[in-house]
């Protein structure tokens, strides 16, 4: 578990904390901390309030921690699976169009891509997660519920997620293990699918 060990102490670097502060912030003895940035295995309670201090969202911490994880592959991805919460029947409805295709319309709870403004109804095409630039995506974000609109860019090392908006950051993954990889990645970002049709809620 080495890499993730060295992940956290980069982490930790990038934002010039010593291992004091950072021991004392989140709890821990200054010890732990030095072995936590060695060979130990960090318990969850600490990488919440680790994630927190760094600045860093918890669920790249997650998916660094499953990529340095001894678990088989088929945990792993159910691991993954059980990161995106089943949408909630009374916050959204299904829709259907001529083709029978699965069409989701949710209401945008977060900050999104500048072209879709925060409270706009949008639907979604779940049976298209074809990622292509030009396009916007909803997710479900699996931490708090919310959800969002972003495009999406796929190169042969980055999955980048685009938002073009002054308050929300793009987010970028570094892809080493190609297509599953990346599909793990979307998996637990919540990707829902394309969006098909925005429109604003007075």
């Given at each position: 578990m080495a890499a993730f060990n060295q992940y956290l102490k980069a982490l930790r670097e990038r934002k010039f904390l010593d291992i004091g502060t950072v021991a004392e912030r989140t709890g821990v003895h200054r010890n732990?901390?030095?072995?936590?940035?060695?060979?130990?295995?960090?318990?969850?309670?600490?990488?919440?309030?680790?994630?927190?201090?760094?600045?860093?969202?918890?669920?790249?911490?997650l998916l660094k921690r499953l990529d340095d994880s001894k678990a088989s592959p088929n945990a792993i991805d159910r691991a993954l699976d059980?990161?995106?919460?089943?949408?909630?029947?009374?916050?959204?409805?299904?829709?259907?169009?001529?083709?029978?295709t699965d069409k989701l319309q949710v209401q945008l709870s977060e900050e999104s891509h500048t072209l879709i403004p925060a409270s706009a109804l949008i639907s979604i095409d779940t049976s298209n997660k074809?990622?292509?630039?030009?396009?916007?995506?909803?997710?479900?974000?699996?931490?708090?519920?919310?959800?969002?609109?972003?495009?999406?860019?796929?190169?042969?090392?980055?999955?980048?997620?685009?938002?073009?908006?002054?308050?929300?950051k793009d987010l970028s993954f570094a892809i080493e293990g190609g297509e599953t990889e990346s599909h793990y990645i979307l998996k637990t970002l919540g990707l829902l699918g394309k969006v098909v049709k925005a429109e604003l809620s007075f």
């Amino acid at each position: 578990m080495a890499a993730f060990n060295q992940y956290l102490k980069a982490l930790r670097e990038r934002k010039f904390l010593d291992i004091g502060t950072v021991a004392e912030r989140t709890g821990v003895h200054r010890n732990t901390q030095s072995k936590y940035e060695d060979s130990r295995d960090p318990n969850f309670d600490y990488l919440v309030e680790f994630s927190a201090l760094v600045g860093e969202p918890f669920i790249n911490v997650l998916l660094k921690r499953l990529d340095d994880s001894k678990a088989s592959p088929n945990a792993i991805d159910r691991a993954l699976d059980s990161l995106t919460p089943t949408p909630v029947a009374h916050t959204q409805s299904q829709l259907s169009d001529e083709n029978h295709t699965d069409k989701l319309q949710v209401q945008l709870s977060e900050e999104s891509h500048t072209l879709i403004p925060a409270s706009a109804l949008i639907s979604i095409d779940t049976s298209n997660k074809t990622i292509d630039a030009d396009s916007i995506y909803g997710f479900l974000n699996p931490m708090n519920g919310g959800y969002f609109a972003a495009k999406l860019k796929l190169t042969n090392s980055k999955l980048h997620l685009l938002f073009d908006h002054p308050t929300r950051k793009d987010l970028s993954f570094a892809i080493e293990g190609g297509e599953t990889e990346s599909h793990y990645i979307l998996k637990t970002l919540g990707l829902l699918g394309k969006v098909v049709k925005a429109e604003l809620s007075f």
